[in-house]
């Protein structure tokens, strides 16, 4: 039995990037030493992009279920309609629709065991929408396809360089301060140390929390969200055992260089924590759906109708989601194997040294 990982591929989008960084990625066939991918889309998609693509010729071994996936071999499941109209750069209702069937296709997959893991190619969120999807992002669906017992998705942006978590993910910046409280903040501080600990094998994680407002509130002075939520949360969680501190402002945080002393930053709002990421690690970055049972990446740009079809789009952060969702699914087993049958107990706390005299005095009396 091969020990290769099956890795789901979702492909997104056919009107924007994601077949050509799908084309510039498997251009390389070393990474099917690394695992079986199985990507759920559409032959006529696949051959049209290809013609268009001036790399190093890719075959797609075209199959109808995920159990027919051959080693060694690009594996495509046809799940979309044939009859698909590709027109590059621009959002369209047939391509959301080839998009979220593809989605229901490998979460359906993933759900059963036939895939180990799922990496999804960009998608138009507007486009998507329909009776099933009705959500901002993956991230959302996810966690309502997959969570148990009340889990909470988090979205984590990660590179070598930091890891950005966000507080809150796809929401208007008017609704940001509203969904904040100190219980919200003090369980996703919860969620990321142990994210970082499971999936990222970091023994001490150290976690920076950036404030809302303009320079953290200045005391109150310009937003109060600081004083009564975010300081409250940050100490709550330190007395749970988890070494975080904040709030920071955010402008100087990431100015200053500060964002290198820690191991993951909890952002507040989506822009805070992906702009100052994106301009450090964009094309290297990859997005990481955090809390789930399920491993999930992404890479962490959109569908760039701007460069569509024209030869231009980078798939390097495509690759690295691909060989970050291994090392997550692999750090998993690992960590999971190691807590499964902790050791008991064996010493006794021999509290005050003067306990055996006051018993001894005790029994004299």
Request: charge should be negative; hydrophobic fraction near 40%.
């Amino acid at each position: 039995m091969s020990d290769l990982l099956k890795v789901g591929i979702t492909h997104g989008d056919v009107n924007g990037i994601g077949y050509e960084i799908l084309l510039k990625t498997f251009s390389d066939a070393r990474i099917l030493e690394l695992c079986q991918p199985v990507i759920y889309g559409s032959s006529k998609s696949a051959s049209y992009h290809r013609k268009a693509f001036e790399g190093e010729a890719v075959n797609f071994h075209i199959i109808s279920r995920a159990e027919e996936a051959q080693e060694g071999k690009v594996n495509l499941v046809n799940c979309v309609k044939e009859e698909i109209r590709i027109e590059l750069g621009t959002p369209s209702a047939e391509a959301g629709e080839s998009a979220y069937i593809a989605l229901d296709h490998a979460t359906n997959d993933l759900a059963e065991g036939k895939i180990d893991l799922l990496v999804t190619l960009p998608i138009n969120k507007d486009t998507i929408q329909n009776d099933q999807f009705h959500f901002p992002g993956h991230t959302e669906f996810l966690e309502k396809r997959f969570a148990n017992n009340g889990e909470k998705a988090m979205m984590i942006l990660a590179s070598e360089s930091m890891r950005v978590a966000l507080a809150t993910t796809h929401l208007p910046l008017s609704e940001v301060a509203s969904k904040l409280s100190k219980e919200r903040i003090v369980e996703q501080l919860k969620s990321l140390d142990y994210t970082l600990k499971r999936d990222f094998r970091i023994d001490l994680p150290r976690i920076a929390v950036l404030g809302l407002n303009p320079h953290a509130g200045e005391n109150g002075l310009l937003g109060k969200e600081e004083k009564e939520i975010i300081t409250p949360a940050v100490k709550e969680a330190q007395d749970q055992w988890v070494l975080c501190t904040g709030p920071f402002p955010a402008d100087g945080f990431f100015g200053s260089g500060r964002f290198k002393e820690f191991d993951a930053i909890l952002a507040m709002y989506h822009d805070q924590g992906l702009i100052p990421f994106k301009a450090l690690s964009m094309h290297a970055g990859v997005n990481f759906t955090a809390g789930l049972p399920i491993v999930r990446t992404s890479p962490d740009h959109g569908t760039a109708y701007d460069i569509a079809g024209k030869n231009q789009a980078s798939e390097e952060s495509f690759r690295q989601a691909i060989y970050m969702a291994i090392d997550i699914y692999r750090n998993r087993q690992r960590y999971d194997e190691a807590e499964k049958n902790p050791l008991k107990k064996m010493f006794f706390d021999r509290g005050r040294d003067d306990e055996k005299l006051d018993l001894t005095k005790e029994e004299e009396e």
